[in-house]
């Protein structure tokens, strides 16, 4: 019996774009970061981010927001704060539950971190109008949301 390979226009599908083109946004929002002098991953960003937008969160809840699986949250926080960005309290109402919260410095690098932030958007969507940029969101959903109905599926 002869094998027939099947061809896999592998190149011309949209993961590789997506892929090369998540490691050259991370890559550039680190060199942003640290030129702006600035200790804080990709990650760590994201997550002042969301304590800045709702200070006292939950880890269950801050995995979540920030699509970490809790464990890789919990080496995430540890790292914070080791660097004292921010503060794990016990829950009043649940001892399990561990509430995080800013600290004064987390809440000062998170705004030193907003130029380079902008800064990044800015060369980012250089070129892209109003509308492409609308377009591509609604493609980005679609894909994630792809994902999500293939995860419930399996």
């Known amino acids: 019996m002869k094998f027939v390979e099947e061809h896999i226009d592998f190149e ?15 890559y550039y929002l680190h060199e942003l970061l640290l030129k702006q002098g600035l200790d804080l991953s990709k990650e760590q ?3 002042l981010k969301k304590l800045h937008d709702r200070d006292g969160l939950n880890q269950n809840e801050l995995a ?9 949250l919990a ?9 004292n960005y921010i503060l794990r309290k016990q829950s009043k109402e649940d001892k399990r ?20 932030i902008r800064k990044f958007m800015a060369i980012m969507e250089q070129n892209i109008t109003s509308e492409e940029r609308k ?20």
């Open 75 to 83: 080496r995430l926080l540890s790292k914070m704060e080791k660097k």
């Open 12 to 26: 011309n599908s949209i993961g590789p774009w997506l892929g090369k083109t998540s490691k050259i946004v991370d």
């Open 97 to 116: 539950i561990n509430e995080v919260f800013l600290t004064n410095k987390g809440r000062a690098v998170f705004k030193q971190s907003k130029p380079a």
């Open 45 to 47: 960003m994201i997550t």
């Open 135 to 154: 377009h591509m969101i609604k493609i980005l959903r679609k894909i994630q949301f792809n994902f999500t109905q293939e995860e419930v599926a399996l």
């Open 64 to 72: 979540l927001l920030t699509f970490r699986d809790k464990s890789s």
